[in-house]
């Protein structure tokens, strides 16, 4: 069992940033995928970034170039630095895990979720 907790959230003008993190406890495997997710007021979950234990990292194309996915291993967090937010970006952030996983950015094979932190981009 992994546990994630997010911090970072808060409200921010367009074109303003903000760093999310996430603190989790030690995964069972060495193989591991995590992920931060979003959820924008009415809508469905969505994809943000992704990377693995193997140095693989992607994002979706809506925050390419403005999103950076990090982990801090000896700290066991994972951020989530976030440039040039604009209001679409609005949402609440979830981070998520996997152990034995590799390059996964489908959100059914994550097992571990944290609670989510709100970010409010405002206009």
């Known amino acids: 069992q992994v546990q994630l907790v997010e911090s970072g959230g808060g409200s921010v003008q367009e074109g303003g940033s903000l760093r999310l993190s996430c603190a989790r406890t030690?995964?069972?495997?060495?193989?591991?995928?995590m992920g931060w997710f979003r959820q924008p007021p009415g809508k469905e979950r969505e994809g943000v970034a992704y990377?693995?234990?193997?140095?693989?990292?992607t994002y979706e194309d809506s925050v390419k170039g403005r999103f950076t996915i990090s982990e801090d291993n000896a700290k066991n967090t994972l951020y989530l630095q976030m440039h040039r937010l604009k209001a679409e970006d609005t949402a609440t952030y979830y981070c998520a895990a996997e152990d034995s996983c590799a390059r996964s950015t489908l959100a059914s094979v994550y097992r571990y979720w944290g609670q989510g932190t709100l970010v409010t981009v405002s206009s």
């Open positions: 990377l693995d234990s193997h140095g693989w990292s």
């Open positions: 030690d995964f069972t495997s060495s193989h591991y995928c």
